[in-house]
């Protein structure tokens, strides 16, 4: 494999003679100034949204996005997704609600979808009147209503069926789950709500996170389900498709085809003059970020090559956890260079902290930098302190445009 083949490759991240560039800064000087560090770039965040909107325009489809927070709360990031005037916030506690006002967003552009919302919570928001809140259970419903009718509210269903990267990442499916509302309880919540004066004008549904091309026969089924209910309830005008795109993460992953995509969403919305909602994480922020580390230790171990480098699952759990892969990539790349299979491990003292398992890789040497690519979305967002092992740089790149 030489410079220019590898399947990840794209016109802003990409090997030029022998050196990896990401928006086309040769990314070797930034990691030789400090690792680990997540670099990001917002015009890969803002050209993935206009695909987003592009998709739903031409399908003919009225809706408004959500970046969830969640994913991503790098403060310049979030300032340029707001300059950009082209989205809101998924939020899914009032630190992010408050967040997100101090970013710039107004209370409007905001819509909170979280669980087991505590009092404290719900205070809070109903101090922010013109965030939108999606209530995942009856209780929440009841216990907003309490502080003051009036208010237009969502309802989150739980959709029965759902789709993820893998099955650690669906939020749905037979084994009951902790969120929204059941069909079967749908009335009862809608009962709740009227008695309150609280006003439902949103459906919600999330299926989980990482869907890919092949799943969107499960958005269908979900989609079909939901009609029923909102047929039975026209006075609800809109529909939270919630987030979950996800991005290619391997050579022999089915993209999401969002043409495709919109046009199910289209199916349905359209001929019933629905307003879609979609809040969208990692489909915005994933492919836009990457994390740079050094290899402090290159040994072989029982017919195992493992790569030490200098960060661990407390900076990117994604494989750790969720066994969502992570592509490695030399800053440095030599033509024609033979090939080993390594894994590569974290600093953490636990055995599941792996960043990557049986890769193929030129071959690497102490002190050598890697960038792992596919971050952007809940790496730094969910850093942990394990082991005192949690410092990292965050940056943006600058000139994006
Ligand atoms: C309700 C809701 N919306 C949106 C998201 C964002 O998901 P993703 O980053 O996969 O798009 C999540 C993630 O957990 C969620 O729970």
């Not at 009841?142 to 502080?147: A, F, H, S």
Request: aromatic share 6%.
């Amino acid at each position: 494999m030489t410079a220019g083949t590898h399947w990840w490759e794209r016109p802003d991240l990409r090997y030029r003679d022998g050196r990896l560039e990401f928006g086309g800064q040769d990314l070797a000087p930034l990691a030789s100034a400090g690792t680990p560090a997540y670099v990001y770039r917002a015009g890969r965040v803002r050209d993935n949204l206009e695909r987003l909107h592009a998709a739903l325009d031409a399908a003919g489809v009225p809706h408004d996005v959500y970046f969830a927070l969640k994913a991503n709360r790098h403060g310049p990031l979030l300032d340029a997704l707001q300059a950009t005037g082209r989205c809101g916030i998924d939020a899914c506690s009032p630190a992010e609600v408050r967040l997100a006002l101090a970013h710039g967003f107004r209370e409007e552009q905001v819509s909170f979808t979280g669980h087991a919302v505590s009092e404290a919570d719900l205070d809070i928001l109903a101090s922010h009147p013109g965030v939108h809140v999606n209530c995942d259970a009856i209780s929440t419903i009841r216990r907003l209503g309490r502080r003051g009718a009036g208010r237009r509210i969502g309802i989150r269903l739980n959709p029965g069926i759902g789709a993820g990267y893998n099955e650690r990442l669906q939020y749905a499916g037979d084994k009951p789950t902790k969120f929204g509302v059941y069909p079967d309880r749908f009335d009862e919540a809608l009962a709740a709500a009227a008695g309150l004066g609280l006003v439902v004008d949103t459906l919600h549904f999330h299926v989980g996170c990482g869907y890919q091309g092949d799943a969107l026969a499960v958005l269908e089924q979900v989609l079909q389900n939901t009609m029923r209910l909102l047929d039975a309830h026209p006075g609800i005008r809109r529909l939270n498709v919630g987030g979950g795109l996800g991005v290619r993460m391997t050579e022999s992953d089915v993209p999401l085809d969002l043409d495709r995509w919109a046009a199910v969403i289209a199916r349905h919305a359209v001929p019933r003059g629905l307003r879609i909602a979609v809040e969208p994480g990692d489909y915005l922020v994933k492919d836009a970020g990457l994390l740079l580390v050094q290899a402090n230790t290159v040994e072989d171990k029982a017919g195992t090559r493992f790569v030490g480098v200098d960060a661990g699952l407390g900076i990117a759990n994604h494989w750790a956890y969720y066994r969502i892969p992570m592509v490695a990539a030399p800053l440095r790349l030599q033509p024609g260079a033979p090939r080993q299979r390594v894994t590569i491990s974290g600093n953490i003292n636990e055995a599941l902290d792996l960043l990557a398992e049986d890769v193929e890789l030129p071959p690497l040497a102490e002190g050598d930098f890697l960038a792992l690519l596919n971050v952007g979305g809940y790496g730094s967002a969910m850093l942990s302190n394990h082991c005192m092992r949690g410092a990292c740089w965050e940056i943006l790149l600058p000139g994006d445009g």
